[in-house]
């Protein structure tokens, strides 16, 4: 069964940095495309950041200049470096990842919690 498991949320200040992973496992699989969201309380969830099977990101324009996608594709990991933080950014992240194993299915994170006091 593959499993992608966060790590590296917490509590920061604002302007500070946080450093989010997402581990994919479970067996011999492929990855595409790798993302990072994230949900508040009573939003919608919104697209943080993503990242193709190629190294090519893209970023949600409230993040730009500021949150950096990356991915280790040898250790089936994805990163997410945050920046500058703001409390606007606080938020549960969620990594996604689309999965190539005898078909093409997409996998949910538990989710991460990142808090930026003001």
């Known amino acids: 069964q593959v499993q992608l498991v966060e790590s590296g949320g917490g509590l920061v200040q604002a302007g500070g940095s946080l450093r989010l992973s997402c581990a994919a496992s479970?067996?011999?699989?492929?990855?595409?495309?790798m993302s990072w969201y994230r949900q508040t309380p009573g939003k919608q969830r919104e697209l943080v950041a993503t990242?193709?099977?190629?190294?090519?990101?893209n970023y949600a324009d409230s993040v730009k200049g500021r949150f950096t996608i990356s991915r280790d594709n040898a250790k089936n990991t994805v990163y997410l470096q945050m920046n500058s933080l703001k409390p606007e950014d606080t938020a549960v992240y969620l990594c996604?990842?689309?999965?190539?194993?005898?078909?093409?299915?997409?996998?949910w994170g538990q989710g991460t919690q990142v808090t930026v006091s003001s």
């Open positions: 996604y990842a689309v999965i190539i194993r005898f078909g093409v299915a997409n996998y």
């Open positions: 479970g067996g011999d699989f492929g990855i595409d495309v």
């Open positions: 990242i193709s099977s190629g190294g090519r990101p």
